[in-house]
């Protein structure tokens, strides 16, 4: 048994699911960085979808545990490590580029599915989180190159905020994505589009992401401990 354990918080755990279930938020348990007996731990408590950022990792996990596990990838992912999680990767939170599409729409085929995919755009103000602004989302969902991609479907958008305790600027980053999120979903419904879901919020600013209308959180730290 892995000396991780002691560190699971699953009494926040059971509370926060209650609280989703009965919101009809999506909870994603975020694993990354930790062993998979405090997976097994989520698992046998009825949780199935869980978020990884590392191609690596994940793909080693998914050979591991159970094969009803909805894997969620939710990292900055390069185009030529697409193919090790094609064949069982339920959602892909974090589309930013056309390039990437094409290349998740052609692994995809290879394995004869269609690949739920988030586009990811950039609400926050630091240089270092990867994202599509609003106009490239648009120019991506109106262009014929993306109308020509089969095997992906875009479902919704995640966003991740600026890492800060000022509750103003969560929230205009937060509402801006969903007001941009209901605007496209009233305007874009194509053959391999239909958004549906917004993923926003982690440990620290889930609630504020709920409060903006988000419909997915990612939650790590605070279920699994500090990494
Ligand atoms: C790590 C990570 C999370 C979870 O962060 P916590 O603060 O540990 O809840 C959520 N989303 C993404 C994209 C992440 O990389």
Redesign the pocket.
Known sequence: MSNYLWQMNLEYFKELNQYCTKNKIKLVA?S?TKPKENIEVLYSLGQRVF?E?KVQELVEKHELLAKDIEWHF??HLQKNKVKYIAPFVSLI??VDSIKLLKEINKQAKKNNKIINCFLQAKIAKEETKFGLSFIEIENILSSEEFAALKNIKIVGFMG?ATFTDNEQQLEKEFSSLKSFFDQQKQQTETANCKLQTLSMG???DYKLAIENGSTMI?????IFGS?
């Open positions: 975020v990354k978020g950022n939710i990292g939170h974090s991740m982690m440990s620290g990612r939650i790590g730290s605070s990494r």
